[in-house]
């Protein structure tokens, strides 16, 4: 059964402060995704991330995955407020008709202070 | 483009009642996935159909059912209701399988 933890799970940071949020995963998968959730709102997707050492970056943010460790990361550089949500990495099931089943993270929840 | 678009928004019902939950999928859409997220956790798979056939289903109880129509749009049924059922049903659709899945705002179901 595939496992995704990510950590930290409370991330409390300052404007301008640069953090990196992990994302490790239990079984080989080469399709992970990113999502940020407002509170009460549904899921926006951030990164589509889809073979080994892909890198993506929007904004303040850039996320990374490494099949081979299992992990990817979402790297949030010089902080704003507006970044405050909380952020989900999911991880597709591989092979053939089981794709589509994402297994999310638990998420972590970012606040961004003055 | 209209996104993903799920009804009711909200509904209230009582422990021993049925509920149906609807989702129409972005134009061109062929494959619905329903998922479910109970407050402070992470959104769990229930089900995905493609092309109006079951592709997976997740570690849930058979009170929760689930098709699609030849439009793709999705119904999830679920019986019985338990107080944990209690949760945001959030819908996604995607092209095909595997792509890119786009999430619908949800339905929060509050089971008393």
């Known amino acids: 059964e595939l496992k995704v933890e990510q950590n930290p799970l409370f991330l409390s940071m300052q404007e301008g402060k640069n953090y990196t949020i992990y994302c490790n995963y239990s079984?080989?998968?080469?399709?992970l995704y990113w999502y940020r959730q407002d509170p009460g709102k549904s899921l926006e997707s951030l990164f589509v991330?889809?073979?080994?050492?892909a890198v993506k970056q929007e904004g303040r943010l850039m996320a990374s995955l490494d099949t081979k460790a299992r992990l990817s990361t979402l790297h949030i550089t010089a902080a704003v407020h507006d970044l405050s949500a909380t952020y989900f990495c999911a991880v597709d099931t591989p092979g053939g008709t089981s794709y589509g089943k994402l297994t999310f993270g638990q998420g972590t929840i970012l606040t961004v202070h003055p | 483009d209209a996104g993903v678009t799920q009804s009711p928004t909200h509904l209230i019902k009582t422990r021993g009642q049925h509920v149906t939950l609807r989702c129409s999928p972005i134009?061109?859409?062929?494959?619905v996935s329903w998922y479910q997220q109970v407050l402070g956790q992470g959104p769990q798979f229930i089900f995905q159909y493609y092309e109006k056939e079951e592709r997976g289903r997740g570690n849930f109880p058979d009170r929760f059912s689930a098709r699609q129509f030849p439009n793709y749009s999705s119904e999830l049924n679920v019986n019985a209701l338990l107080l944990g059922d209690s949760a945001l049903y959030l819908c996604a659709s995607s092209y095909a399988t595997p792509s890119e899945q786009f999430f619908g705002p949800g339905t929060r179901l509050t089971v008393l």
């Open positions: 079984t080989t998968s080469d399709r």
């Open positions: 134009s061109g859409h062929k494959s």
């Open positions: 991330l889809l073979s080994n050492g």
